[in-house]
T-cell receptor, first 115, second 113 residues
Framework: AQSVTQLGSHVSVSEGALVLLRCNYSSSVPPYLFWYVQYPNQGLQLLLKYTTGATLVKGINGFEAEFKKSETSFHLTKPSAHMSDAAEYFCAVSDVRSNTGKLIFGQGTTLQVKP | DTAVSQTPKYLVTQMGNDKSIKCEQN?????MYWYKQDSKKFLKIMFS???????INETVPNRFSPKSPDKAHLNLHINSLELGDSAVYFC????????????FGEGSRLTVL
């Protein structure tokens, strides 16, 4: 069965500092991987996704993530945090063989950005 | 125009009551979902419909009954509400059933007293 683990339920950075949110997955086959962001009292919004091809993927708002098969990781980074980045971030996995569109989410990481 | 809209946004009710949450998407997508987000913000899929056909039914109590009158709508009816049903329920949609991007509504916060 597939699973996603996000290391650190709460990450705090200063404005302008590097953001690193960690995600590791478990899957018998290379999955499709996603990062979603949830702002307070809102639904989830896709930040970026990896399906096939280039392992470094760029998303919205300056975020990027790198798929590392050997480490079964898909960590999310942003070079310089902005106050508006404060939100809940979810890593998710989808089975490439799936015909249901089902996503399995990690437990989420709350990003706090301090002035 | 809101792509995926849910109503109501907030719902407070007593144990034992029956309630419904409605969802509509104007993206032309074929597949719609219900996800439950608990108090620890953990998201878990409940149901998925593709062109009005149920394709995912996770281990959800049969007090929960989804209904899809057409591919743009997916409603969730909950009978005999329990305290543990308190959560935020998210509707989402996607084009097709293969792995891809989900578009989420803003959520419906259900509080059972």
């Amino acid at each position: 069965a597939q699973s996603v683990t996000q290391l650190g339920s709460h990450v705090s950075v200063s404005e302008g500092a590097l953001v690193l949110l960690r995600c590791n997955y478990s899957s018998s086959v290379p999955p499709y991987l996603f990062w979603y962001v949830q702002y307070p009292n809102q639904g989830l919004q896709l930040l970026l996704k990896y399906t096939t091809g280039a392992t470094l993927v760029k998303g919205i708002n300056g975020f990027e993530a790198e798929f590392k098969k050997s480490e079964t990781s898909f960590h999310l980074t942003k070079p310089s945090a902005h106050m508006s980045d404060a939100a809940e971030y979810f890593c998710a996995v989808s089975d490439v063989r799936s015909n249901t569109g089902k996503l399995i989410f990690g437990q989420g990481t709350t990003l706090q950005v301090k002035p | 125009d809101t792509a995926v809209s849910q109503t109501p946004k907030y719902l407070v009710t007593q144990m034992g009551n029956d309630k419904s949450i409605k969802c509509e998407q104007n993206l032309g997508h074929d597949t719609m979902y219900w996800y439950k987000q608990d108090s620890k913000k953990f998201l878990k899929i409940m149901f998925s419909y593709n062109n009005k056909e149920l394709i995912i039914n996770e281990t959800v109590p049969n007090r929960f009954s989804p209904k899809s009158p057409d591919k743009a709508h997916l409603n969730l009816h909950i009978n005999s509400l329990e305290l543990g049903d308190s959560a935020v329920y998210f509707c989402a949609s996607s084009s097709g059933t293969g792995p891809g991007e989900l578009f989420f509504g803003e959520g419906s916060r259900l509080t059972v007293l």
